[in-house]
């Protein structure tokens, strides 16, 4: 662990939410999709670029004192 640590090598995991892909959409009717932005606290479906950020912040200089966590980005479902 103290080498990966000394090269700077982080391990983190990105957990998503409800995204606005076809892998979520497909076969949900609206009413469906529009149960789950009501159970978001942020109302909306996440988008695949609000998962893409969360990666980029992780991967860059912002997140090199991360290490060992799960982020859940998923609008605040919990």
Not at 10 to 29: E, R, S
Not at 38 to 58: F, H, S
Request: proline letters at 6%; hydrophobic letters at 40%.
């Amino acid at each position: 662990m103290q080498d990966e640590a000394r090269r700077n090598v982080t391990v983190n995991a990105v957990a998503p939410g409800v995204v606005n892909t076809t892998l979520f959409t497909d076969g949900k009717t609206p009413q469906m999709i529009a149960g789950f932005v009501e159970r978001t606290p942020l109302g909306r479906l996440g988008e695949p670029e609000d998962i893409a950020e969360t990666i980029a912040a992780l991967c860059g200089p912002e997140g090199a004192w991360i290490n060992g966590q799960t982020v859940f980005a998923n609008g605040g479902i919990v």
